[in-house]
């Protein structure tokens, strides 16, 4: 059964027929998010679907977030009321790992020198927004809510119908 989404989230949507896997969005994150550039410390993945599909995931939104629902730290996790993705407050999270645990993306990691959660949260400290978007090579990653993902794969597939329909007449 596929998690619903929050209509209101934004999240990193990448489009598998451009991503390559060359994990420049990992890079990216790392260097934003950690002093020493650690990749473990990303908070995007590259994931291989098959062994010619790459691409990468990060916190989708849910609409009932599980890692904050399990959460046994309250206010450790929290909706972003504006980007509807997920707020860790270092204050308070102890690095349970039941967020990570719960994630049903597998997008919720653990720091382990910091001992706590850690959650995309689109390069909130940026103004130029979420590195891994900007340093893409191929373009396949965009800020999105589930509408657009929604809106672009219903373009996709009407393109599909209609090419097959004039490859028929042809």
Not at 137 to 154: F, G
Request: hydrophobic share 45%; glycine share 8%.
């Amino acid at each position: 059964m596929p998690v619903p989404l929050s209509p209101m989230a934004r999240f990193i949507a990448c489009d598998p027929d451009l991503c390559v896997g060359c994990q420049l969005c990992e890079f990216a994150c790392a260097a934003v998010k950690d002093a020493g550039a650690d990749i473990l410390k990303s908070r995007i993945r590259v994931v291989r679907h098959e062994p010619s599909v790459m691409v990468s995931i990060a916190c989708r939104g849910c609409a009932e977030p599980a890692c904050v629902r399990v959460c046994p730290q309250e206010g450790a996790l929290a909706v972003n009321p504006d980007t509807h993705l997920i707020d860790v407050d270092n204050t308070i999270c102890d690095g349970c790992g039941w967020c990570i645990d719960a994630c049903p993306f597998g997008v919720a990691l653990f720091d382990r020198d910091a001992g706590r959660a850690v959650i995309c949260d689109l390069c909130a400290e940026r103004d130029a927004g979420a590195a891994c978007v900007e340093i893409c090579p191929k373009d396949a990653l965009e800020i999105a809510s589930p509408a657009m993902v929604a809106d672009k794969a219903n373009g996709g597939a009407v393109r599909s119908l209609l090419e097959e329909l004039d490859a028929g007449r042809g």
